[in-house]
């Protein structure tokens, strides 16, 4: 693999980090990839908890948060994060995941010395999961693409605020040690920091979906007279859209960081197939349909790490990156989505088969199509940024 990826601008003390997060996902993550304890709304807590004490006894826990409370760059955490994925628990293990990754990023980012010594401490050791709660029900007519339509509420009780309405799919809900809500007040959309469990969080249900990789599942959820201590809200009323966006942009990479470790394994794990696998008197790789197959492969995976790293590149220039991580998020899904596809035709009837992660794989990215914004919608949002720079570019 290490052929494969990129390493140039990329700092030796990050490479080493990958390199070292690769042989611990490989060696020994990969092994629990059959492991029973896993089920259609994630990993359970218990097979967590054996991976992360693997993952802090091989020094990789955490592995793009420095030991001094730094961050790598988004190059390095490129080069850290694909890796990472090279199996669906290398995230859970090394705590690289969804929604705990973008979780930590924001925190580290906005959020007060008391609120990070409460709540970040916990996160980056790995001892504490979160979630992410601002998309809403569609049959309530809340926030999904459109968060503008969020129909949470957020009201002033003396020094604390009451936080009333529905969420869905929010991710790792149950069994999370903390929340980040959004809700809505008189000045716009606000963020909390809340305890979980907590009585007025109410778990309706765990939905089923395509889906497996994150524990906990996707959750639906109300959430009934939340009463929040004031200090727990981060920023100012109003602010929250704007550390949505802090936080939606790198998020969206990492995703397509860990899906991309994903693909490049069940690549490989077709290509071994297609070399072993005889049909006609010569191995599969030998026919052109096959081989033309991972051949495509070779170069979606090669568009997608591209598209990453100048993505990358540009959230480490210092801009807010909306517009790039919203084209590399459409390429790369639609691209992972090809090669994943392709994985399993190669494969035929054992590609449809749980013995390999190649059936799981073209799963998690269907989805990934369509979480942190569909396809269609950052197109939509592209094409009006198109719209707005053409009319700023004409003559007065």
């Not at 598209?307 to 990156?321: E, H, K, R």
Request: glycine share 10%; aromatic share 6%.
């Amino acid at each position: 693999m290490n052929k494969m990826l990129q390493r140039e601008g990329i700092s030796a003390r990050a490479l080493e980090i990958a390199d070292k997060v690769e042989a611990f996902v490989r060696e020994t993550v990969a092994p629990y990839e059959r492991d029973p304890r896993q089920g259609a709304h994630g990993p359970s807590e218990d097979l967590a908890n054996e991976l992360k004490a693997l993952a802090r006894a091989a020094g990789v826990m955490t592995p793009h948060i420095l030991e001094d409370g730094g961050h790598l760059t988004q190059r390095e955490t490129a080069a850290v994060l694909i890796r990472s994925g090279l199996s669906p628990l290398g995230p859970l293990a090394c705590h690289t995941c969804a929604p705990d990754e973008g979780n930590m990023f924001l925190l580290g980012k906005v959020a007060s010395p008391e609120l990070k010594e409460r709540f970040l401490t916990r996160m980056v050791d790995g001892s504490m999961r979160t979630a992410f709660f601002m998309t809403e029900p569609a049959e309530d007519g809340g926030a999904g693409s459109d968060p503008s339509m969020m129909l949470t509420t957020c009201k002033m009780d003396g020094n604390h605020w009451v936080v009333n309405g529905r969420k869905t799919y929010i991710t790792g809900a149950d069994g999370a040690g903390m929340g980040i809500i959004m809700a809505k007040s008189d000045d716009g959309a606000c963020m909390f920091l809340v305890d979980l469990p907590h009585p007025a969080i109410r778990i309706e249900r765990v939905l089923d979906t395509i889906d497996n990789s994150m524990p906990g599942g996707h959750a639906v959820i109300t959430i009934d007279n939340l009463r929040v201590p004031a200090d727990q809200m981060l920023g100012a009323s109003g602010e929250g859209f704007k550390y949505a966006q802090v936080r939606l942009a790198p998020a969206r990479l990492s995703h397509c960081m860990r899906w991309l470790g994903a693909c490049v394994r069940a690549h490989e794990i077709a290509t071994n197939y297609a070399n072993r696998r005889m049909a006609f008197g010569k191995p599969l790789i030998d026919h052109e349909g096959v081989g033309f197959m991972l051949a495509e492969n070779l170069m979606d995976l090669k568009q997608a790490e591209l598209m990453i790293y100048w993505c990358a590149d540009v959230l480490d220039s210092g801009a807010q990156g909306g517009a790039e991580s919203s084209m590399a998020k459409v390429a790369v899904s639609e691209a992972l989505m090809r090669v994943a596809d392709r994985c399993v035709q190669c494969m035929g009837g054992q590609g449809v088969t749980a013995d390999t992660i190649v059936e799981q794989v073209f799963r998690e990215i269907r989805a990934f199509r369509i979480y942190d914004g569909p396809t269609e919608v950052h197109k939509w949002s592209l094409a009006k940024k198109i719209k707005r720079d053409w009319k700023a570019a004409q003559p007065a």
